[in-house]
């Protein structure tokens, strides 16, 4: 039998807070967001809000925890690690693409750099996780002979995801106008900066 109405709702309430905290960081970003706001947006009282996040500080980390958590998912679920690197690029730059359309909020929020002074330890610890399938990528096309063995793997990674990163924010800006063919030559050149180049060993620029 379902639940009563009442009880529906006050289940949902710390969703409605996440969801609409999430929505209002996005816009105007942590720094300079007061807590009434957020709550106005989800329909509670500042009083409720609290009963669920004890200060500003817990309800930044639920956020941050809700949406990475979504994105890990959105980007390693049904994920074959052991691909070739090269699907498995493509394939990880797509749903990076997916996500960044589909979800532009929660890309806008993940990509600000003012929440990591409030994220704790089992925020970090999702953030670190995250970056396990583009690890497995780099070191899987290290071995095997695809991806440039002399790159350390941290640096690819941010080439790779600062490339992406970059390319969206410059379009959220007005900067850029992207369709889908420039996310695919910039997805290829992405990995040709990443990739081995044996005929250029040896040679000093």
């Known amino acids: 039998m379902p639940a009563p109405q009442h009880l529906r709702n006050e289940d949902n309430k710390p969703d409605r807070i996440i969801k609409a905290a999430l929505e209002v960081f996005a816009e105007h970003g942590l720094h300079g967001t007061p807590v009434p706001p957020i709550a106005r947006k989800a329909g509670v009282g500042v009083g409720t809000l609290y009963r669920y996040f ?3 500080e817990a309800l930044v980390n639920a956020v941050f925890r809700d949406t990475k958590q979504r994105l890990k998912d959105h980007l390693t679920d049904g994920v074959d690690l ?3 690197s090269r699907a498995l690029f493509n394939e990880l730059w797509d749903r990076l693409t997916g996500f960044a359309r589909q979800n532009p909020a929660a890309f ?3 990509e600000m750099q003012d929440h990591h002074a409030y994220l704790d330890n089992d925020s970090w610890q999702i953030e670190r996780s995250l970056l396990v399938p583009m690890g497995m990528m780099i070191l899987q096309g290290q071995q095997n002979g695809l991806l440039n063995p002399q790159l350390r ?4 990674i ?9 390319i969206f924010k410059a379009e959220a800006q007005g900067y850029l106008t992207i369709g889908d063919s420039d996310l695919l ?8 900066a990443i990739r081995h180049h044996p005929k250029s060993e040896g040679i000093t620029q």
């Open 153 to 156: 793997a941290d640096i690819a």
């Open 54 to 56: 004890e200060n500003k």
């Open 158 to 166: 941010a080439l790779f995801w600062g490339g992406f990163v970059g």
């Open 185 to 192: 030559t910039a997805r290829d050149a992405c990995w040709q």
């Open 108 to 110: 806008r929020f993940l």
């Open 82 to 84: 052991n691909e070739p």
